[in-house]
């Protein structure tokens, strides 16, 4: 059997993010912030469960670009390691800086920047569409002449880097500071102080940015503010991710011209005007403000969360023996799952909708397993039975689930 050993990356996360939650609070610092340490950790699962469908894609890009466009043609030697470690990282530096400056690109980087926490569940606020848009930018790196298996090994170690920059347990680290990004340094880029704002773009090396002037000490008498610089607000999965493209769609609708509307897409995200938020939040129906914690539903969602992550392992881990229309379905599965999670920590009313959609998806599973006929009258009676007394079922659920005063649509 052909396994992905990459699937013990969500155990491995998951121990560092529980060991420095213990941490925290052994040593009494109120570092953590229970839902938004789930609305962090939902978006990491979401990339990861997506990269099994992308991933090989990437890996062909370069090695198309490798096997017809190389300038150059590295060995894998311990020289060339080392310029690869440095070249990717010094694409990343530009990657980063212009996902800041740059709203097309602000759009698919923003939901990193959302939590207003930092710690190591941030790390996880990584989305797809970063990671397409990241690719084009390392997909210099086979024109250059190095391969697509050093690429990919070494995006692995790179990737691994940033992951414990991301805490405040860690202070400043003496002379390591002077050539790596540390923990200091990657809490100064996270800040929305207008003093640290759009700084330490680094991702392993923080020459680039004392290279480039976007380098800033943090200080001590300036303390840091973590998340967006108006805040979202919301635990909405989908929220999150597409709320800026929104916003960037009412300010090209605003403008007048295809060059103004051309030159909106490619200005800085401060030239969004800050109306936008508020009206694209009207149309949508989103309330500003998170939902109230209720240990109830918090305890139901935890309970969700816990289930999800084994099976987003079990479903990397045999990613390569899994049919197609199995892996859909669990795709399916667990994004309906990461979208009700957050709506239900808005207590949105619509929620059991989605419950009813995950049931199907589990009856279509069991389906797909045990093809027999009289599993297949199963799947059909037990899935249609709910539907005779779905009002019923949903009142039920909704009082089961939310306090007496639910009021979100």
Known sequence: MELNYLA???????????LEYWVAKRTGKNYFNLLNAISNVNVGVAERVLDVFVTGAFYFVYDYLYRHFAIFHFKPNVFHWILLLLATDFM?????????EINVFWAVHVVHHQSEDFNYTVSARITIFQAVVRTGFWAILPVLGFTAP???????????YPFFIHTRLIGKLGLLEYVLVTPSHHRVHHASNACYLDKNYGDMFIIWDKLFGTFCEEKEEEPIVYGLTKPLGSHSFLWQHFHFVLELAYA???????????????????????????????QWGIHNGKGREEPR?????????GIMLPVVFGFILLEHTLPVPIQVLVALLVFVTLINCGAI????KWIFYLEYARYVLLLLLVLLYMPALPVVLWVILTGLVPVCYFSYLEDKYLKRIYTPHLSSP
Do not use: C
């Open 8 to 18: 013990f990356a969500v155990p491995f996360f998951v121990f560092f993010m529980l």
């Open 92 to 100: 990343w530096y530009w990657y980063h800086r212009l996902a800041h």
């Open 150 to 160: 050093m690429i990919t090994a070494i995006l692995l170690v790179h990737g691994l």
């Open 252 to 282: 090209v609708r605003q403008e007048k011209g295809w060059r103004n509307k051309i030159r909106i897409l490619f200005s800085k995200p401060d030239t969004v005007p800050l109306e936008a938020r508020a009206i694209v939040e009207k």
């Open 297 to 305: 539903l918090n305890r139901y969602v935890l309970w969700q969360l």
């Open 345 to 348: 920590l808005e207590q949105r």
